[in-house]
T-cell receptor, first 114, second 117 residues
Framework: AQSVTQLGSHVSVSEGALVLLRCNYS??????LFWYVQYPNQGLQLLLK??????LVKGINGFEAEFKKSETSFHLTKPSAHMSDAAEYFC????????????FGTGTQLKVEL | GAVVSQHPSWVICKSGTSVKIECRSL??????MFWYRQFPKQSLMLMAT?????????EQGVEKDKFLINHASLTLSTLTVTSAHPEDSSFYIC?????????????FGPGTRLTVT
């Protein structure tokens, strides 16, 4: 069984400030972890993924995330927020290997203020 | 690469009618596609897993006779909402798994907004 907890349904940051979106997971098997971004009325776009290689994963648009097994966390960060980063962000987990389903967190709405 | 399309992007239908939504992987073959439902300001809930050439696997609580899924080819899966009612109004998103990527990640379509009046 797998689950994802995203702390904070809404996060607000100033433009240029650090972005930190929290994700903790629970998995009975070694996990794959993903961060997706969703803009209004659109599907999901993959930001980055952890697939048991490097624990620090770099993604698109300047985002990165670090897999910490001891903390069962996969927090998403970006050093400097841009207005265009305002969107809904979803963390997701699946078991390693084929055929495994994605389980999504409840999402975090990121607001970027001037 | 790894583009997934959905058609239509939005549809309005009357209560009692059926609506078909198509999901296509445009530049890769997808033996597995997934159908999700998303209510406003909520997360994605997996409805079913669609496997090419076999019956779909539905999640608990999803009526398989109401949400008919057909995965006729390696690039096309369809979701038919039969006898739609207003409570079926939602945002439906499909995804396709690219088995060649090695990480089994899913690529998502842009979604279909269904409104039942």
């Amino acid at each position: 069984a797998q689950s994802v907890t995203q702390l904070g349904s809404h996060v607000s940051v100033s433009e240029g400030a650090l972005v930190l979106l929290r994700c903790n997971y629970s998995s009975s098997v070694p996990p794959y972890l993903f961060w997706y971004v969703q803009y209004p009325n659109q599907g999901l776009q993959l930001l980055l993924k952890y697939t048991s290689a490097a624990t620090l994963v770099k993604g698109i648009n300047g985002f990165e995330a670090e897999f910490k097994k001891s903390e069962t966390s996969f927090h998403l960060t970006k050093p400097s927020a841009h207005m265009s980063d305002a969107a809904e962000y979803f963390c997701a987990v699946s078991g390693q290997g084929g055929g495994n389903k994605l389980t999504f967190g409840t999402g975090t709405q990121l607001k970027v203020e001037l | 690469g790894a583009v997934v399309s959905q058609h239509p992007s939005w549809v309005i239908c009357k209560s009692g009618t059926s609506v078909k939504i198509e999901c296509r992987s445009l530049d890769f073959q997808a033996t597995t596609m997934f159908w999700y439902r998303q209510f406003p300001k909520q997360s994605l809930m997996l409805m079913a897993t669609s496997n090419e050439g076999s019956k779909a696997t539905y999640e608990q609580g999803v009526e398989k006779d109401k949400f008919l899924i057909n995965h006729a080819s390696l690039t096309l899966s369809t979701l038919t909402v039969t006898s739609a009612h207003p409570e079926d109004s939602s945002f439906y998103i499909c995804s396709a798994r690219d088995w060649t990527s090695g990480a089994y990640e899913q690529y998502f379509g842009p979604g279909t907004r269904l409104t039942v009046t």
